[in-house]
């Protein structure tokens, strides 16, 4: 799997490549994402999706890293795309219509670095509590947790 | 209306199906942890499932962050904590590629040996609980008379029974025990005689062969679209094991079958794990026969504390010691996904470099998390007593899941 069999059936899509101890990466324009994901499932035998999650990069922007572990079962083969969303707009485009396993991971990505999926079918939090102020894997988020205080009252 | 429509309107109310929403846990005792099921039922047949996570979510990748690398060694364990050797090497693997550290055969080896009775273990805690879920209590006894034996060998190794972080990066924590191979190998010589037991009790036994033919089947393109791994893709015909397709840790030296079954009910994964205990038995066997001699630890003094001996002649060692302990050691940038075969599937630890001594990013892909995202689809449309042998089938450990 190389970055142009991507970039030559979806030209404009992949941004940067690396390959790292064996392993491969395509940086992914964040708006074709879909488009790529369904083109390496459908073209490129990536039937399983391994897993999505993100990386805060803080303070750079753009902020988040969202990280998708591609598997291909048939060529034996594993492959990382990763897409920049600025904190502005920490918005992008849902994969549960290419791999319903993206459901739940999209939801811990949500839950836990307040990125939003569009199209996702039930985005809800998944670990925290409903309630929750906050998004607890943020590196502007402390590892102790908010600081509450506590009156008489 | 008249008296008649009213007659009529009450009859169709009556027998129209009526749904009821039905909360299995957070604390229900086939869930094994605290895993909330939702389901709608219409009569005794489910309509819809859900499942609600997270009563476990204890921020072990956000306390990653916070951790030296060798510290988090130790978190690793309480994640699956049913296979903690396996978390243990499959992050240490994540961390050796980055530094790109060379392992000694003879490490390599004790992590094969150990980890195939971690898989053990796992699988005969499985089995003891799924089978009392249906009912066949005296399994359950029998499963953990072995697995207090395999506890007792690793504590023999590493001085715990459960939480032994003994996988450490770089090779071992500690020089294997003496007496080591005469633990092992009683052990492992008796074992398949013990899993005719258990066939005994189950394989041919009218009952559980009536609660578990037939149920809890998906088909193989649905579980894989799903997220689901391991022994339950085995059981509906996927001959895939990361064990083989992509080895770690030497495991291509080793002899052993991928179990399969096409069924794919519960029944087939029955098989395909009782099947995984003897296969394990036998790469256990053969790494107690061929263990290499040499040291337990790769030549790295950045990275692997040094002897204790050596700490009190050499200079250079203390000092060695010295800065591991107080300030870690710099991992290089750069990012890897390692996924090693946990007895539930694929496990993956994606760790981020910065340069630092401490990871930036860990995450932890648990092979629970999703086996449970395909549970839905085994039980939907079946009876309210067939999920609780679906999700036993799925062998999921909450710790994984919610992380």
Known sequence: MSENDVAAAIPGSVVGSKVHRGQTSLAIEPARIVEVCRFLRDEQQFIRLSGVTAV????????????????????????RLKCLVPSGEAVLDSVTGVWPAANWYEREVFDLFGVVFRNHPDLRRIMMPEDWDGHPLRKDYPVTGPKYEYTQE | MSEADANIAQTQASTAPRRMTLNMGPQHPSTHGVLRMVL????????????????????????????????????????????????????????????????????????????????????????????????????????????????????????????????????LALEPPRGWQQAVGKFIDAFPSKVDEYEELLTKNPIWMRRTQGVGCASLDDLIAHGVTGPMLRAAGLKWDIRKSEPYSSYEKFDFEIPTRTEGDVYARYQVRVEELRQSAR?????????????????????????REKMKTEMEALIYHFKI??????????????????????????????????????????????????LPKMVEGR????????LGSTDFVLGDVDR
């Open chain 2, 325 to 374: 302990v107080t300030e870690g050691f710099r991992v290089p940038e750069g990012e890897v996904y390692q996924v090693v075969e946990s007895p539930r599937g694929e496990m993956g630890y994606y760790v981020v470099s910065d340069g630092t001594a401490r990871p930036y990013r860990v995450f932890i892909h648990g092979p629970s998390f999703g086996n449970l995202q395909g």
């Open chain 1, 56 to 79: 805060d990069r803080y303070p750079l922007e753009p902020r988040f890293e969202i990280v998708y572990f591609l598997h291909s079962l048939e060529r034996n083969e594993r492959l």
């Open chain 2, 283 to 307: 790469i256990v066997k053969q790494a107690l026969d061929g263990m290499p001699e040499g040291r337990w630890v790769a030549n790295a003094p950045h990275v692997v504390l040094p002897d």
């Open chain 2, 383 to 390: 009876l309210v007593a067939d999920a609780i042998a679906a």
């Open chain 2, 40 to 171: 709608e039922l219409e009569g005794e047949t489910i309509v819809k499932a859900g499942c609600d996570v997270g009563y476990l979510h204890t921020g072990i990748e956000k306390e990653f962050e916070a951790k030296l690398y060798q510290q988090a060694v130790t978190l690793t364990d309480r994640i699956d904590y049913l296979c903690p050797l396996i978390n243990n090497l499959c992050y240490c693997l994540a961390v050796e590629k980055l530094l790109d550290l060379e392992i000694p055969p003879r490490a390599q080896w004790m992590r094969v040996m150990l980890g195939e009775l971690t898989r053990i273990n796992s699988h005969l805690v499985w089995l003891g609980t799924h089978s009392m879920d249906l009912g066949a209590m005296s399994v359950f006894l029998y499963c953990f008379r072995e697995r207090e034996q395999i506890l007792r060998i690793f504590e023999m190794f590493s001085g715990q029974r459960m939480m032994t972080s003994y996988f450490r990066i770089g090779g």
